[in-house]
Structures are given as C-alpha cells and as structure tokens.
C-alpha cells in the first residue's frame, strides 16, 4: 500500500534527510506518523518518556520549563527543525514541555526506527545533528 504525505512533511523531511540517499528517506516516510497539534495544545510534558523525534513540517513550536507562577521559555522552533533528538538518543524522558504557537503539522518517527536507521546507515547521524 502506496501512502501519501502532504507536501509540508515530505519537503520537512526531504530537508532534514538532505544528505541521505533516497532509500533512507523511504523508509523514513514509512515509519512516520503525522500529528496535528492546535495553538497552544501541549504536546510533550515535562518528565513524559521520550518514545521518537518529531520534525515541525508546518508552524512553530515553543519549548519551556513549567514554573510555579510562570513558564519559562528555553527555544521556539519552526519548519524543518528536530524535537526530542536529545532525550531519544541519551534515552532520557523530555526535560522541557512542547506547545504550539500557532496550528502546527509535526512528523513523528519512533525512537526504535532512528535507532534502526542509525546502525544500518550511519551516516543519518549528520543530518540529525
């Protein structure tokens, strides 16, 4: 079964995935699930297991620390950059929280299939980094 992507997420990860042969980006797109996150819906919260990394397709995303009056804000991030790639590759859980700032896409991939990715073609770990 052929699936198919909207343009937002395939040039995302296209983006992302530059430096990596077609194939690579295949299997990337068939692992991958797209979630839709509204403006200001929490999508990570502090201490939540970090179970993959998600690629902001379309919209920004704001980053923070939950204080007791106040959030404190750590980066916003936008199209095309990576989220958890931290806590996915030292097997950590999030330290920071995630919402969107404005209607967002994000591309999901599970930190099993980048681990995955990893062993079999090293050379993914550039375009991560």
């Known amino acids: 079964m052929i699936q198919t992507y909207p343009d937002v997420v395939l040039n995302a990860v296209n983006s992302v995935f530059n430096c990596c042969p077609t194939v ?25 297991r970090c179970d993959g ?17 106040k959030n404190q804000i750590l980066l916003f991030k936008t199209v095309n950059d990576i989220i958890g790639i ?10 920071y929280s995630a919402s969107a700032m404005e209607d967002s896409i994000l591309a999901f991939i599970p ?18 980094m």
């Open 24 to 48: 690579i980006k295949n299997d990337l797109l068939n692992h991958l699930t797209i979630k839709s996150v509204k403006r200001d819906e929490v999508f990570i919260n502090e201490r939540d």
């Open 53 to 69: 990394i998600y690629i902001i397709s379309k919209g920004s995303i704001k980053l923070y620390l939950k204080k007791a009056k």
């Open 86 to 95: 931290q806590s996915a590759m030292s097997n950590d859980n999030f330290n």
């Open 111 to 128: 930190k099993l299939h980048i681990e995955k990715i990893l062993m079999t073609y090293p050379n993914v770990f550039f375009s991560l």
